[in-house]
């Protein structure tokens, strides 16, 4: 089955500064890959997908980035800010109409400081 | 975007006794709901894939008598939780898949004494 890996597993940055996380994936068959916030105590929020015909999405100052030969791909947030801090998971899937399930990778605890 | 509600929220049950969660999807219909569950400052572990009119598809090592699933229409997935134990006492999450992407419950936290 999927393995999926992420890094680091905290994070800390100043406001204002960039972020970035990482993942790598382990089933090639894998062509979606989205991106989950989780607030303590609160259900996971997607924030941005990326299917493998792209390489590159952003929206505003959240982008996702994939190497499909490398088999990883990574989250960039800019212009940090203190509400950004959470848990965020990646996860991979094959995306097939159906009922496809999600593998997630182990969290990153990121925290903006002032 | 779409909304799946989760209930109860939290619960407290003693022991050896069962308790069900629901999960409902509230505006769209979802044939596949997932049930998760997630350990303080743990990433989630899918349990089971629960099927409109089928049997869920269990994960390796997801005790199927003891996580009882019931799908009974496209916009509701049980999940109970039988003779409860304290190593049960979890985060548990549901997610519906709608047309692209999966929509999580808010979570049920369950505290067995």
């Known amino acids: 089955g999927e393995n999926v890996e992420q890094h680091p597993s905290t994070l800390s940055v100043q406001e204002g500064d960039s972020a970035v996380i990482k993942c790598t994936y382990s089933d090639s068959a894998s062509n979606y890959f989205p991106w989950y916030k989780q607030e303590l105590g609160k259900r996971p929020q997607l924030i941005i997908d990326?299917?493998?015909?792209?390489g590159e999405k952003k929206d505003q100052r959240i982008a996702v980035t994939l190497n499909k030969t490398a088999k990883h791909f990574s989250l960039h947030i800019t212009e940090t800010q203190p509400e950004d801090s959470a848990v965020y998971f990646c996860?991979?899937?094959?995306?097939?109409?159906?009922?496809?399930?999600?593998?997630f990778g182990t969290g990153t605890q990121l925290k903006v400081e002032l | 975007g779409a909304v799946v509600s989760q209930h109860p929220s939290r619960v407290i049950c003693k022991s050896g006794t069962s308790v069900k969660i629901e999960c409902r999807s509230l505006d769209f219909q979802a044939t596949t709901m997932f049930w998760y569950r997630q350990f303080p400052k743990k990433s989630l572990m899918l349990m089971a894939t629960?099927?409109?009119?089928?049997?869920?598809?269990?994960e390796q090592g997801v005790e199927k008598d003891k996580f009882l699933i019931n799908h009974a229409s496209l916009t509701l997935s049980t999940l109970t939780v039988t003779s409860a134990h304290p190593e049960d006492s979890s985060f548990y999450i549901c997610s519906a898949r709608g047309s692209s992407e999966q929509y999580f419950g808010p979570g049920t936290r369950l505290t067995v004494t």
């Open positions: 990326i299917r493998s015909n792209v």
């Open positions: 996860a991979a899937s094959r995306f097939t109409g159906g009922g496809n399930k999600l593998t």
């Open positions: 629960s099927n409109e009119g089928s049997k869920a598809t269990y």
